[in-house]
């Protein structure tokens, strides 16, 4: 029917090539689409989505690091302020023992010094009770012995002093 | 040496078949098929070599479509321009490297040598921007566009689609068949007197076969860029 127009002089419409090219197109086209237009397409989307993940993720552990680094430097601080304070409280305990202990000895010292005067001090009253003690026992004895013998003055004053003498040698002892 | 009108036709079902466009255009459609196929072998995250050439060509033909048509319709049509913008490169290149004549008739030449051919391309263009203009603005809205910017457009705006289809299939024939007749020429001329004009012609065939090469890969490019600028006036609202 239309066989017969031409464009080109001599060469005939052929409407089958038409038809023919059309169906072949529409085959080549399905079967591009199994064999490669589906697959590398879902594979571009795919690695498209990987990249924005792992953007997305690369930032985060980014950040993550970043919070890390952060918390280290602060942990860095603290041990620095603690290892400063550890070291001046051990210096001030130790200065504190320190005084304690000197004040400790002293008060020590204090007490053996005290208690070695009052020993001093009771052994002189006890010498001294002892000194008396022995005199009035002496008296007794001496007046004991003058009412026994009658004595007379000089024997008396012979006794006297050789007691008196006996004394100063005893207090002296 | 086959001139154009000397081509091998045959009648089926009332219709006229080409003889030398079905095989030409048969060699064509399994090249590309091939093409693809050996490429598309092995798909992996992280490309290979015949991938990356795969991936390079939908790239390619993907951002011709997303430069001319706006938003998301783009992805209905990465298929289509994909197929087409490889099968109209290989059709322009196959006459370049093959051309078989039997008994003065051509069998084997670029299928886009043939107008018939270019015209069914274009025709299928034109036919996915009237039904994408009606699938996306709807009959009232797609057919109001032709009476813009006023009602006495409407001639005006008929034949322009009319003209549109034609020189879309026309300029890719042009080019592709005065490229292989001048070739055909230059053969002739080549063999007309012996050992000197073989020389003397040797060289100008060369070129023009070099020229050639690129005409065919820019009008791959041209037919699919106009392409789709005209799918892409039909979906917005004039």
């Keep these: 029917m239309l066989a017969h127009l031409t464009i080109v002089p001599g060469v005939g419409l052929a409407l089958g090539d038409m038809l023919f090219f059309a169906i072949c197109f529409i085959i080549l086209m399905w079967a591009i689409k199994l064999v490669a237009w589906k697959p590398v397409t879902k594979m571009m989307q795919d690695r498209a989505d990987k990249i924005a993940n792992d953007i997305d993720s690369a930032e985060q552990s980014r950040a993550e690091a970043a919070k890390l680094a952060e918390q280290r430097q602060e942990a860095l601080a603290n041990s620095h302020k603690e290892a400063t304070s550890i070291v001046s409280d051990a210096k001030k305990q130790g200065q504190e023992q320190r005084a304690s202990l000197v004040a400790a000895a002293q008060s020590d010292v204090q007490v053996l010094k005290s208690n070695a005067q009052k020993d001093i001090e009771q052994e002189r009253q006890d010498a001294l009770a002892n000194a008396k003690n022995d005199v009035a026992d002496l008296s007794i004895e001496i007046a004991s012995k003058i009412i026994q013998k009658e004595l007379k003055a000089d024997d008396q004053k012979a006794l006297i002093d050789s007691y008196i003498e006996g004394l100063g040698k005893h207090n002296e002892s | ?238």
């Design chain 2, 1 to 238: 040496m086959g001139d154009p009108s000397s081509v091998p036709t045959f009648e089926f079902l009332g219709l006229t078949f080409n003889a030398t466009n079905i095989i030409s255009g048969l060699v064509a459609f399994i090249l590309v098929f091939l093409l693809v196929f050996a490429l598309s072998r092995k798909i992996t995250m992280k490309p290979s070599k015949g991938q990356n050439v795969l991936e390079w060509i939908i790239d390619f033909t993907n951002g011709i479509l997303k430069g001319q048509i706006p938003g998301h319709e783009v992805s209905a049509f990465g298929l289509y321009g994909f197929t087409l913008f490889l099968f109209l490169f290989v059709s322009n290149e196959l006459g370049l490297f093959i051309q078989i004549a039997v008994g003065g008739k051509d069998y084997v030449r670029s299928p886009t040598s043939d107008p018939i051919v270019t015209l069914t391309f274009s025709l299928a263009t034109a036919l996915i921007a009237q039904y994408m203009g009606v699938h996306k603005l709807g009959y009232k809205q797609h057919f109001k566009n032709y009476l813009s910017p006023f009602v006495f457009w409407l001639p005006i705006s008929i034949f322009e689609e009319f003209t549109n289809f034609l020189t879309l299939g026309l300029r890719i024939f042009g080019v592709i068949y005065s490229g292989e007749m001048l070739l055909k020429i230059i053969g002739e001329m080549a063999f007309s007197h012996g050992i000197a004009t073989i020389i003397v012609s040797a060289p100008i065939a060369m070129a023009w076969q070099g020229f050639s090469l690129f005409l065919g890969a820019i009008q791959a490019y041209v037919f699919l860029t106009l392409s789709s600028v005209y799918i892409a006036k039909k979906l917005e609202i004039e």
